[in-house]
């Protein structure tokens, strides 16, 4: 029986040929998870799917205005997601690698930050391996917190029935 709950990806990016060959990658390497995959090509269309379809993981794109000049950019973007849910990791990618990129990216709530160079499907496997692994490990730590609980909440049941049959046996 598979117990495993579906994880969903968000893959944002305004270059459609690269968010196919990243979903087809990822859906390769984790073809024993359910991952369900969502592509949008702006910040703006993941953040209207963003509340409804509640993504685990974005991989998002640092620049969002290659094919609309308009677009919001990815900081904004994550900005918003970390806004609406502080628990979504969010994999920042960027063709750019200035550390002031980076530290703004983490600054702003990223999980990750991986720049498009010939190794960046394997670092982006490699990132999604530790977020699906501090997923279960946060998943386990709420797991053992509600035993916890549970087993101090029995044993001040059976201290509280045991000073009670004290009393009603001396009184």
Known sequence: MNTQKQINIFIVDD????????????????????????????????????????????ILDYYLNSNYPDAMDGIKVLDFIKKENPETNVIMLTINDHIDIALKSFHHGASDYIVKTETKFMQINHSLVNIFQMMVAKSNAKMYNRMVYLIYFCIALLIGAGLMLMFLRFK
């Open 15 to 58: 270059n459609t040929v690269f968010s196919l060959a990243l979903k087809a990658e990822l859906e390769t390497t984790f073809i024993n998870k359910q991952i369900k995959f969502y592509l949008f090509e702006t910040g703006e269309l993941c953040m209207k799917q963003f509340k409804k379809e509640k993504p685990q993981v974005v």
